[in-house]
Structure formats: structure tokens, C-alpha cells
């Protein structure tokens, strides 16, 4: 049975570690492990698991305090997190499962093994249901985006919707495949996170195909917007042969069937301040209009209503 999840275990036991990635690898996880609390929260940054089975139990930093960091921080909140621990305790599950954030809890001596990778499993699917996330990124969906826009609105607190779209992106898969235009979304995705790793507060979703959303409060909004334009800006290149990287881009078939050549692909971010006299379906159409200008001009660029004026 294939299977693409990736498992993140940390566990200052290097003995169950090493069982349970033996196991999970058996079942056709991909199984990466980790015993330091602080090495572990890196890994879940930089490797974005499907799933975190977490210890309760270990030195420096307990398994309730890495728990609150990861669901604290946009980048691995919507991580699941099991927690392993050898207490068979009400109050100390309702303290992972309540306080800390956790998803479910294991107790190690009870871990029936041939029932693990069912139990993993049946979480995954439940919190992709829940959330509703993108299949290829992970990142929520459009459940999950409305979800987000409708409580924010409810607030009545003033934010900023960032509408980002790839540009030239049907070209490239034209000429390279949709399999190397996936390696483009997963990589803009991972630029993405890294670009409100460290604002609070901050929703990022994919609406699917080449569009993305960030949702932040107002001061925030472009200096995100800037590092996204920057970090495709860096990272495009590489996503071209050496023959494209000379020219500067490719030949491919524009919409209306004529030939033309293509720059490198960009983003254009369209960032639309939103407070609760805006109306969620003239959303999408003021972005269009923006993304629409920010092209013209070029792409890798971001701008506000105030373009279209």
C-alpha cells in the first residue's frame, strides 16, 4: 500500500524511537525522528510532517511545552499532535488534550502496534476533513479560508486579505510538465510559511491551483508581501535549465494560441484591506482587478485598491 505521510516522532528514548520507526517505516511511512525537544520543534519547521508523535516526558523541554509551540505558530498549528506519554492519568490527558492542544493521546505500554498505523491514519483523515486541507500542500483549503474570513469578520477588528497568484505559471507547465509545476506550488507554499513564521496571528491558506491567500492584521500585510516577491524572486531560476536560465525565461503558447516568450515565473500579490463594511463577494473581484495591474507591470509585485483607482 503506497502512502505519502510523513511522520515526525519526537522521544528522548532512543529505543522508542527506533521500534516505532521500524514500524511506521513497515507500514510505508515516511519515518523521521528526532530526541531534543528544541530539534524537534526545527524539524517540524523545516519538514512540515503530516503527523508529530510527540513524548510527554522529556528533559529541558516537556511534551505539554513543545505541544503549545507548535499549535502557537501558524507554520505547524495545523499539525496533529499524539501525545506518547506512561501515565495513564485523566488529569494529565485533559492537560495535553485541553491545555497543551493535542490530538489524541497514547499511552506507550498500551500501543498495540498493529493498531498504530490504523489510529494514524484515522486522525490524518479526520483533520484534513475537518479543515479542510489542499491534498498537495497541506495548507487549509477553502473551507478552511472562509471559515477564517467569516470569524475574522465577526470580530469587527480591521485585517488584510493578500491574494497571491503565480504568474506565468501555465506556460511553465506547458514546457516542463505539471509534475515540475507541482515542485513550483510546494515551493511557493514553503515561502508561504516561512514568510509569517514569526507574526502571530497570521492565517495562510491555498485556494487551490496557482492561488494562495495570507490573512494578517493591516501593519503587517506588506512586509509579508515583500518577503514572498523576494523569495520567489531568489528561488525561480533554479526551476529552469541551464538554456532557459541564460535566456531569461521560455517559448510556450500564450491563451490565444500565439507563441510568445515567457519570463521566469513571479507572484503578484494583490493586498486588500477588509473591515466589517466589506462585503466577502466583492473580495475576489477587486483582487482580480489588482492582480490584474500588478501583471502589467511585470509580476513579482504587490499593491493595494489604491492601483485600480
Do not use: W
Not at 235 to 258: C, F, K, L, M, N
Amino acid at each position: 500500500m503506497e502512502t505519502n505521510e510523513k511522520i515526525l516522532i519526537i522521544d528522548d528514548e532512543v529505543g522508542n524511537l527506533f521500534m516505532l520507526k521500524v514500524r511506521l517505516e513497515h507500514e510505508n511511512f515516511t519515518v523521521l525522528t528526532e530526541d531534543e525537544p528544541e530539534e524537534g520543534l526545527k524539524l517540524a519547521h523545516s519538514e512540515h510532517p503530516d503527523i508529530i508523535l510527540l513524548d510527554v516526558n522529556m528533559p529541558g523541554m516537556n511534551g505539554f511545552e513543545v505541544c503549545r509551540k507548535l499549535k502557537g505558530d501558524f507554520a505547524t498549528a495545523q499539525i496533529p499532535v499524539i501525545m506518547l506519554t506512561c501515565m495513564d492519568d485523566t488529569d494529565y490527558k485533559i492537560e495535553g488534550l485541553e491545555g497543551a492542544g493535542a490530538d489524541d493521546y497514547l499511552i506507550k505500554d498500551e500501543i498495540d502496534h498493529r493498531e498504530i498505523a490504523a489510529r494514524i491514519r484515522s486522525i490524518l483523515r479526520r483533520t484534513r476533513e475537518s479543515i479542510s486541507v489542499n491534498p498537495l500542500t497541506h495548507l487549509p483549503g477553502n473551507r478552511a479560508i472562509e471559515a477564517e474570513v467569516n470569524r475574522r469578520l465577526e470580530s469587527a477588528e480591521p485585517f488584510t486579505i493578500g491574494y497571491v497568484d503565480i504568474d506565468n505559471f501555465k506556460a511553465y507547465n506547458d514546457v516542463y510538465g505539471f509534475q515540475n509545476g507541482d515542485k513550483i506550488i510546494l515551493a511557493i507554499a514553503k515561502i508561504l510559511r516561512e514568510s509569517v513564521t514569526d507574526r502571530l496571528g497570521v492565517f495562510v491558506g491555498h485556494i487551490g491551483g496557482d492561488d494562495f491567500v495570507f490573512i494578517s492584521q493591516p501593519e503587517v500585510a506588506e512586509p509579508i508581501a515583500d518577503r514572498i516577491v523576494r523569495g520567489v524572486a531568489e528561488i525561480a531560476p533554479q526551476y529552469y535549465t541551464e538554456e532557459h536560465r541564460q535566456a531569461g525565461g521560455i517559448h510556450s503558447v500564450d491563451r490565444d494560441g500565439d507563441t510568445k516568450f515567457f519570463p521566469f515565473f513571479s507572484v503578484s500579490v494583490a493586498i486588500l484591506p477588509v473591515d466589517a463594511g466589506n462585503s466577502p463577494s466583492e473580495f475576489g473581484e477587486i483582487a482580480g482587478r489588482i492582480k490584474k495591474k500588478l501583471k502589467e507591470n511585470g509580476g513579482n509585485r504587490y499593491g493595494g485598491p489604491e492601483i485600480i483607482d
